[in-house]
Nanobody
């Protein structure tokens, strides 16, 4: 069983930045593929970014490339999402996702609202 706890969401003005964190427990974090997803009101959940277990490879959705950065600290069992140049279309609940030993796990989500 893997537990994921997100933090760092909140209200930010357009053009601003936020850093989300996701602390994982209950697994060997260093062998877990970690991702961030988001779900805006009335829309399907979508992939934001993925980082491999050793952090050597990352994947981003096209609309996030150049603005968002996913990273991980295996010593702290934490994955991060640095979000820059935020715009109102980035408003959503952001979810941490883990894939390990053939199973998927989700965090409870953290709300990000971009508004002036």
């Amino acid at each position: 069983q893997v537990q994921l706890v997100e933090s760092g969401g909140g209200l930010v003005q357009p053009g601003g930045s936020l850093r989300l964190s996701c602390a994982a427990s209950g697994s060997t974090f260093s062998t877990t593929v970690m991702s961030w997803y988001r779900q805006a009101p009335g829309k399907e959940r979508e992939l934001v970014a993925t980082i491999t277990s050793a952090g050597g490879s990352t994947i981003y959705a096209d609309s996030m490339k150049g603005r968002f950065t996913i990273s991980r600290d295996n010593a702290k069992s934490t994955v991060y999402l640095q979000m820059n140049s935020l715009n109102p279309e980035d408003t959503a609940v952001y979810y941490c996702h883990a894939f390990t030993r053939g199973r998927f796990y989700w965090g409870q989500g953290t709300q990000v609202t971009v508004s002036s």
